[in-house]
């Protein structure tokens, strides 16, 4: 399955399920976020959102998948 185009919807309740890991890659995700987003653009934190809230897989997982913005010493 790909990514909706721009004014397409994408179906995510087969996904509902939080011990179904969705089988897109990251950019998949992400690309499904913004083009749902109204002007096509989302903050770092918007991404995550849709993706939490439309696939709970991920909701489990958070600390896991989720970018880590801090620098870590070496």
Do not use: C
Request: charged fraction near 15%; charge should be positive.
């Amino acid at each position: 399955q790909g990514t909706p185009g721009e004014g397409e919807t994408f179906d995510t309740s087969e996904y509902n399920n939080k011990d179904v890991k969705p089988p897109f890659s990251y950019a998949s995700l992400i690309a499904q976020a913004i083009n749902t987003s109204p002007n096509k653009k989302l903050t770092l934190n918007g991404i995550y959102n849709y993706i939490t809230s439309h696939y709970p897989y991920y909701q489990m997982a958070q600390n896991g998948w989720q970018v880590n913005g801090k620098r870590r010493g070496n």
